[in-house]
């Protein structure tokens, strides 16, 4: 600690990382709200013309909180973490300062340019790689703006040992730039026709079951990547930090990391069981899904033991709280991930709602909970103001766990009635239900599952306001806490 | 060596990235040559149909529906035979889906008439009473961009080798001599299928409605 108060961060670009996690938080999960209700109220279809039906905004919902709310809460944190854990500013290097600020207007053109062709309908159509090809292009540009600032600063470090947390940071960036460019590997259109039709449109490189292949080798390990290592970066920063208990173990943090690494990229053949594509790489698949939890949950329980002897902590600080049970639902995702991928499992739930619902214990309850634990301890550091109000982040606690616990469980009867009606045949082997019936059946747990979106955006709202008055009303504080954020 | 590595950011992530990449390397490399291989009489999207695709992909009926018929009795029951890797060989991308809010698409154009989709597109209620599904009526009054379609045609033809004839070849002037011949007949044939004077008319004024594109493409689907 004493070498901190000789060294004066520079938080300029992770104040601005942190306003755009707030905003693209209430806008991505706001449209997912109103397209939850689309499915159960389908009048809401109509509220914006062409540009309100579920499925044109059902990309938007994906991309927004995905590559705005998430990725913009890994950056404001990596680049708050990765000054502290290194021992250097980002004031220290001209370049590195504004190449820092050069990343932070690249990703709000890129965020702009790609809700507007979304709202177009311009689209790859690939699943979480929707954008097309000039957005491609800055995205990559950007990548390599994160790569040299991240390498940069990891150059000028004056501690020598990489702490846990940039392990994870450095596979982000390595395993995302490997992903994207294959992944998003198309041909321009105009360039091979003579100019012919719209100049942003491509095709795939790669065709039908290949690119399928492809997709989900990014898709699945676009989980892994940007909503798993990040994120596992930010806890073991966090939680110790804001608890003042040291990591429990040391080996299984390197079981967890180096397992994980070799593991997760098996496993994106489990998106495609029972398709066109080979057996063998099916089973591979499903089988190194199940492998998976071992690193998974070293990751989880090496946090959960950090909390050793010091769980009074939990009912008193409700950021340990956001962040004890973002550790418990990364559990429960990843053990309810490797369930989903075995074959006959996925035969009745691949399609249904079990699918979103497992997303969604995963992003609402293990990433977005951790998100807004990084930015609640980074706040009185950055802000130097005390945290504005500890019961409304009780508050917030309480309602979005009520909110993620109505979403799964609705969404899981949801998948399984659904899939298990599907397959349902009478005495005589004939399908029993037309497929409407299937759909109509859904209607009381898509309301559920839309009550439990909202419960959260209001948690969502109760927090902007929370980090908005902290950031601009809460107490100053004349001393940067050492462990526990101050909170009135 | 872990000790090490941690002091050694270099080698550290290359380390990392030998342990990520190599799955890819073992799992996907291999198939490439053999899953690309059309089925036997496959023949390419008509530059239509790939202007209907592309108003699939843009009111992204992917969202929804899927195009994949799993190997299931109760499947093939319901959607017919199970798909074949073959079959999706000119599929660029590849529109598998991931949900089924709404049936599997993979041979709708088995069972589903032109008519029933402009009926069904235009007001789904009016077909299927309890459909979720929202109406799509700015499809009947946007033109399809048949231009980027063709430009699809030409690229998939020059870059892949898709067997297309030599009328798709780079230009302008091949465009529009293209979209008079081949084009339009194959859009009036579906339009007056569909049943709608209002489309119909379209058409002959030179535009294709987008709805008549992504119905030459959901017919093609078989």
């Not at chain 1, 709602?353 to 980074?378: C, E, K, N, T």
Request: glycine share 6%.
């Amino acid at each position: 600690m004493q070498s901190n108060a000789t060294l004066e961060y520079d938080y300029s670009i992770v104040k601005l990382f942190m306003w755009t996690t707030v905003i693209f938080g209430i806008v991505g999960m706001t449209i997912g709200v109103l397209i939850a209700s689309q499915l159960a109220f389908p009048e809401l279809n109509y509220l914006l013309g062409e540009y309100g039906t579920f499925s044109r905004l059902r990309p938007l919902h994906t991309n927004v909180v995905i590559y705005g709310f998430t990725l913009s809460g890994i950056w404001a944190s990596f680049y708050y973490t990765a000054q502290r854990v290194l021992k250097v500013s980002l004031s220290e290097s001209g370049l590195l300062k504004a190449l820092s600020k050069l990343h932070f207007i690249l990703y709000i053109v890129i965020a702009t340019f790609m809700v507007i062709s979304l709202a177009l309908g311009i689209t790859a159509s690939k699943e979480y790689a929707q954008m097309e090809w000039p957005l491609d292009v800055l995205v990559v540009l950007t990548w390599v703006i994160y790569g040299i600032n991240m390498f940069g600063l990891i150059g000028l470090r004056r501690e020598k040992t990489l702490y846990i947390s940039m392990w994870y940071y450095i596979a982000f960036f390595l395993g995302v730039a490997m992903l994207y460019l294959f992944n998003n590997m198309e041909v321009p259109t105009a360039f091979f026709s003579g100019g012919l039709g719209a100049w942003y449109h491509s095709v795939s490189m790669y065709a039908g079951t290949n690119d399928a292949l492809v997709q989900w080798w990014w898709g699945h390990n676009a989980v892994a990547f940007v909503f798993t290592v990040p994120i596992i970066a930010l806890i073991y920063y966090y939680l110790p930090k804001e608890s003042g208990q040291a990591v429990y173990s040391y080996k299984l943090s390197l079981l967890s990391f180096w397992g994980l690494m070799f593991v997760y990229l098996w496993a994106g053949g489990h998106h495609l069981l029972w398709s066109t594509v080979p057996d063998w790489m099916q089973t591979m698949g499903s089988v190194f899904s199940v492998v998976l939890i071992l690193p998974s949950w070293g990751s989880a329980i090496n946090m959960l033991l950090t909390m050793k002897g010091e769980w009074n902590q939990l009912t008193e600080n409700p950021l340990i709280k956001f962040m004890v049970l973002a550790s418990t639902f990364y559990m429960l995702s990843t053990l309810e991930g490797p369930i989903q991928a075995v074959k006959s499992v996925n035969a009745i739930a691949h399609f249904t709602d079990w699918i979103p619902g497992h997303v969604h214990d995963g992003v609402l309850g293990w990433v977005a909970f951790m998100v807004f634990a990084a930015l609640m301890h980074m706040a009185p550091r950055v802000f130097k103001r005390e945290i504005y109000s500890k019961s409304l982040l009780e508050a917030q606690f309480w309602i979005q766990t009520i909110g993620v616990v109505l979403y799964f469980t609705s969404m899981w009867i949801a998948g399984i009635t659904q899939g298990m009606m599907w397959r349902a045949v009478d005495e005589y082997g004939n399908l029993v239900y037309s497929f409407i019936d299937t759909v109509s059946v859904l209607h009381p747990y898509y309301t559920i599952r839309a009550i439990g979106g909202l419960l959260y955006l209001i948690g969502v709202f109760m927090f902007a306001y929370n980090f908005y008055k902290t950031a601009t009303a809460g107490r100053r504080l004349e001393q940067e806490p050492r462990y526990r954020s101050p909170m009135a | 060596m872990f000790h090490w590595l941690e002091k050694n950011p270099f080698f550290f992530a290359v380390g990392v990235f030998i342990v990520i990449a190599y799955a890819g390397l073992i799992e996907i490399l291999p198939n490439f040559a053999e899953a690309s291989r059309p089925v036997k009489g496959l023949k390419p999207y008509t530059v239509l149909e790939l202007a209907g695709k592309e108003v699939y992909k843009k009111d992204n009926c992917i969202a929804c529906h899927s195009q994949l018929i799993r190997p299931f009795k109760a499947e093939t029951d319901r959607y017919g035979q199970y798909s074949l890797s073959g079959e999706y060989a000119y599929d660029r991308p590849f529109l598998w889906g991931s949900k089924r809010t709404g049936p599997d698409l993979h041979r709708v154009g088995n069972y589903r008439t032109p008519d029933w989709h402009a009926n069904h597109m235009w007001d789904p209620k009016s077909v299927v009473p309890d459909s979720i599904m929202p109406a799509y009526k700015h499809e009947f009054t946007n033109a399809a961009d048949l231009e980027t379609a063709y430009a699809e045609a030409v690229t998939v033809k020059t870059v892949f080798n898709t067997p297309y004839g030599d009328e798709i070849k780079p230009g302008k002037e091949a465009f529009e001599k293209y979209k008079k011949e081949k084009l339009l007949p194959e859009a009036l044939k579906i339009a007056k299928a569909m049943k709608r004077d209002d489309l119909v008319k379209m058409v002959e004024s030179g535009k294709v409605p987008e709805v008549v594109a992504l119905v030459a493409y959901l017919e093609r689907l078989k």
